[in-house]
């Protein structure tokens, strides 16, 4: 089907269903799916708006249920910094919209907790399963071999036998560390906590565009904590500052608290932002614009990378015998009041 222009047409969302009747997306996916406690009458209007904009009424989804396993990393993100809170909103939204029911297991004990998750693989009801924030190879080699779906969300495969979905880690750094070089800045520092894959892609993608520009030893501007508390990303700044003076002009992080505890050690320190010292981050978080000048940053589609989770889990249900697909979901920067032109 084609539009304007000779352009295709998008593909029809309950969403568009839902606003063409004026009813929310829970009562359309309800009436579509012949649930109790909608009025007749409207859901007469839902189906047949439905069948006029020719929406595909993914029947063999309603109902459903889906496994969502969550880290320890995932579950201490939830109470610190609120990436995970993002994707989860986003994953439960679309679980509404398909009428499907998400079922929460703590992957607390690695491999410990499997055994919970394989008595579900005799549930008809369970289409398959979700695992946020994992990087445990243990688990990973189990779960390889599932006879129902498996998605990673907010994590990848590296041996690339599960499929993902992940923002694009490499190449957003990429771009926020070439933002600041056109912003003329060449001393780059790094600021980051290792440990999860997606974070050691954002590391790749910081040292990509810093060795085009000819930046062949970069050690000594990556500076690590230990955790992603903001006191600690303070401490490290102000260790750094102390050790090697002001030597670089902008300074990138690997996630938004290390960025909002970064920007307080230079300014203890007596070093203005953006005069000084230009910071970015990434993930733009919602507390991002509240920082002290608000916060330029890398912006991740958090919520849309729970709904794109989801949507991945049932498409593959359909075709187990495919290859295993990794999606990686495109991010941009939000230009706010940390970062300028360095001074010359």
Known sequence: MTGKKGKPSRKIRLEDVAERCGVSLSTASRALAGEKGVRPDIRAQVLETAKALNYVVPRAVAGKKAILAASGAAMIDYVRNQFT????????????????????????????????LQAALEDDSVAGFLFLTLDDEDVLALTRNFSKPVVLVNGDDPLMRLSSVTPCNRSAARMGTE??????????????????????????????????????????????????????????????????????????????????????????????????????????????????????????????????????????????????????????????????????
Do not use: K
Request: charged share 20%.
């Open 179 to 344: 933002y600041l070089q056109r912003l003329g800045h060449h001393r780059i520092l790094f600021l980051m906590h290792r440990g999860r894959r997606t974070i050691e892609r954002r590391y790749e993608g910081w040292r990509d565009a810093m060795i085009v520009r000819g930046h062949a030893d970069i050690d000594d501007l990556v500076v690590e904590v230990e955790d992603w508390l903001p006191d600690l990303a303070t401490q490290a700044i102000a260790a750094r500052l102390g050790e090697r003076g002001l030597d670089f002009t902008a300074l990138l992080t690997a996630g938004e608290s290390l960025a909002a505890g970064a920007l307080i050690g230079l300014q203890q320190a007596g070093h203005a932002v953006p005069q000084d010292v230009s910071v970015l981050g990434i993930d733009d978080l919602p507390q991002a614009a509240f920082c002290n000048p608000p916060l330029t940053s890398i912006h991740v589609p958090m919520q849309e990378i729970g709904g794109a989770a989801l949507d991945l889990l049932f498409d593959t249900l359909g075709n187990m015998s495919g290859p295993a697909r990794r999606i990686e979901l495109a991010c941009h920067i939000v230009e706010r009041q940390s970062t300028a032109a360095v001074r010359r």
């Open 85 to 116: 809170a993002q994707v989860l909103h986003g994953l439960h939204q679309r679980a509404e919209t398909l009428g499907v029911e998400i079922i929460t297991q703590p992957l607390a004990s690695g491999t410990g907790d499997i055994g919970a």
